[in-house]
């Protein structure tokens, strides 16, 4: 009984430790405005960088409803015609996109995806190898169209999205500044993205052009957009995690002088770097970070992405283990090396309904070897995967108002007269969001969607929409070279 309660603690601990109170999470929100703000104040003056991407419009695929809207939407639509490409580098998945734009605003946007994983190899070879992946798999998708005698066609136009840190210099042209999610390939950091790219396309006899080169956000912005006109912000978290939005240039402090016709430009938050000391923070956390590749760096994404919260989970599952061999058996080596578990995999056992938790013993025996873990063990471990998971989903939606807040979107400004907060004139407002985690991990996104309610309140939280996206990156970035091209 005694193991079983030093089991409860480790439990209790964990659940205080991961404590997201709203209160909390408002402390969340106001940190995260005022790194916004500092962000933009200038270079260096926060963890969040705030880079900026020089889309300073945004495609638009419905009416115009009002002038105002106008000025921030590209007319391109009705002029664009033909095929354009994108490319999406930026986590598990490598992807190529082909969309037919029509010549006219249409609300279904034709295309095709094809999806492979990113052979792992690759993440840590060279960046020849890697770039020479990309275009390879780039001309044998377009080997595929038609009769396969058409690659000599005209020069095609081609988004990029690599969602990395980048200083871009231009819409077509960036700098990486560093990598995550696991990739690491030196001599590829401070180089031009682009360039890299239209070498390897070189190599391969590919007349390609690369129009844009966009960080998935804003691929998913774009097409959210184009979809919605009312769409002012884009959140990923799947591999990992990051936000844009579109800000007014005047409140770019940092780069002074910039000229776009809309007045606006979209800012690439790389939100996954954000931190706060009120972020709850844990000793699993702590250990995980300082064993990641990248210490110190990424502390958002690290309780909150994909790549990360099977980890976490198998850390505690680990001190459980330690504290009482009991209930799991004696330590198995699987349930000493990181990352065996896979978020995927956690997610299917804390959604297990089955009254005996059968696919939590399957899982626990596969990815672990730990046979015949006892029933109330089961549940320990689902409710350890519960805990995590909320964690996660609050802080990002946390995160999201954090940028209403900036944006004043929040329903915090603007009291037209009453006292109410039901007086507060709110415009509707739209979030593009998108990522593995969000899209196919249920009780993440309902406790996102609560926290929201929570922290804005029913009155605001009604104007506030989520609008998930699918492959949005890639169509987003795919139309974006079509404007900008
Ligand atoms: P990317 O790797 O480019 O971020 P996705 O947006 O498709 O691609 O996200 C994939 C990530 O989403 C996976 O690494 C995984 O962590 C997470 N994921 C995918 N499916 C699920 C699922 N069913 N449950 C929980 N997480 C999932």
Redesign the pocket.
Known sequence: RRKWKKVGNVLKELEEGCDTSVGRLRQVVDAMAVEMHAGLASEGGSKLKMLLTYVDNLPNGCCFRNADRFVSSLSFQRTEKGPYYALHL????FRVTRVHLSGQPSPVLEHEVERQPVPPHLMTSTSEDLFDFIASSLKEFIAKEGDGSNISQDRRELGFTF?FPMKQMSVSSGILIKWTKGFSIVDMVGRDVVACLQEAFVRKGLDVHVAALVNDTVGTLAVGHYHDPDTVAAI?I???TNACYLERIDAIIKCQGLLTTSGRMVVNMEWGNFWSSHLPRTPYDIELDAESPNPNDQGFEKMIS??YLGDVVRRVILRMSLESDMLFGPISTKLSTPFVLR??LM?AMHEDDSPDLIEVARILNDTFEIPDVPLKARKIVVKVCDVVTRRAARLAAAGIVGILKKIGRDGSGGITGGRNRSDVKMKRTVVAI????YS??TLFREYLHEALNEILGEDIAKHVTLNVTEDGSGIGAALLAASYS
């Not at 998108?434 to 985690?437: N, V, Y």
């Open positions: 930026g986590g598990t998945n969602s990923v799947g591999t990992g994909g790549m978020t995927p997610a998108e990522g593995g985690l196919s991990y």
